[in-house]
């Protein structure tokens, strides 16, 4: 690991602006995903700001009847709130099927919906990658794709993003909120904050040099039964070949987003008034334009039958 220098930010336009005033700085809070980084020299920030100490761990109800959720919430203190399990139950389980018990309770909001890439390739710093060193390559291309994207992918680079809890966080149509260093503020769908790759895949959000995510809103309940599916190759703190969450109303018709598929969570809202039809119309909208490779093509089918099942178990 390389030398770094630390500081600790009073309050989040603090933090933004020492961001953006320090080259080479960046925001820790649990370290979960940016220490083992580092360690790789994948990540070699020259400063650290620590942000884990801002009176930004609060769940509080919203005028609007949704929850406002503050970017330093803990993932197993998410998924236990009474309020989160009663009223979005595909974020609580989302959650509880994610890394362990242990990394959850270090795991924070924020920095959960901005982990990196697990890509084999990523990790391997003797193979070019283009998310590492731009403009050097896609070692993934032509290589093991097992685990990779099939949508949303780019010539630039096919890797997914891990998260489990954004699965949710966009089915539940969650709003991202921040602050820059000149300590505006904004509010990002949560359909935006991630960006396909292009040309650009060391690009992974719309933020800005500087900006630090301050909270997640969630709007008020839909209703509905809620699922999540993780389909991985063992039971436990693994990363999913696909997952399926949903939102399944009475009538029939929900949300579905989709993991372990694209470079960000997946949904396409078109397809989901396929829904009454069955999971393979959904499906298919889903994956209009796919590129899957001879390895990883096998999550089409994948996501259609856990679709199919999660569809059975909600309808009961």
Not at 210 to 234: F, M, S
């Amino acid at each position: 690991m390389k030398a770094f220098s630390f500081s600790r930010a009073s309050t989040p336009a603090e933090a933004a602006a020492s961001a953006q005033r320090i080259e080479g700085a960046k925001f820790v809070a649990g370290g979960t995903n940016l220490l083992d980084l580092m360690k790789l020299e994948i990540e070699t920030p020259t400063h650290l700001i620590d942000v884990s100490k801002l009176k930004l761990d609060t769940i509080e109800a919203t005028a609007e009847g949704g929850l406002r959720i503050g970017a330093m919430v803990r993932n197993t203190d998410l998924a236990a709130d009474a309020r989160v399990r009663k009223d979005y139950a595909l974020l609580s389980r989302a959650l509880l099927a994610g890394a362990s018990g242990q990394l959850r309770n270090k795991a924070t909001t924020a920095g959960n919906l901005l982990q990196r890439t697990r890509c084999p390739y990523f990790y391997d710093t003797n193979q070019p990658c283009n998310k590492r060193s731009p403009g050097s390559g896609c070692s993934a291309i032509g290589g093991f794709t097992r685990m990779l994207g099939v949508v949303g992918v780019s010539d630039a680079c096919i890797a997914t993003n891990p998260s489990d809890m954004a699965i949710a966080m966009r089915a539940l149509d969650a709003v991202v909120e921040t602050v820059s260093p000149e300590g505006a503020t904004r509010a990002i769908p949560i359909a935006e904050l991630h960006r396909l790759p292009g040309d650009t895949p060391h690009i992974e959000t719309v933020l800005t040099p500087g900006e630090l995510i301050t909270a997640v809103t969630l709007p008020k309940p839909v209703g509905g039964k809620h699922v999540y599916r993780k389909v991985r190759d063992r039971a436990s703190y693994a990363f999913a070949l696909i997952s399926v969450g949903a939102i399944v109303q009475p009538d029939g018709s929900g949300r579905v987003a989709v993991g372990g598929v694209a470079p960000k969570p997946w949904r396409v809202e078109a397809a989901e008034k396929e829904m009454v039809r069955g999971a393979k119309a959904v499906t298919d909208g889903l994956f209009a334009g796919a590129n899957p490779t001879h390895e990883n093509a096998f999550k089409l089918t994948l996501v259609q039958r856990t679709l199919d099942a999660v569809l059975t178990e909600a309808r009961g």
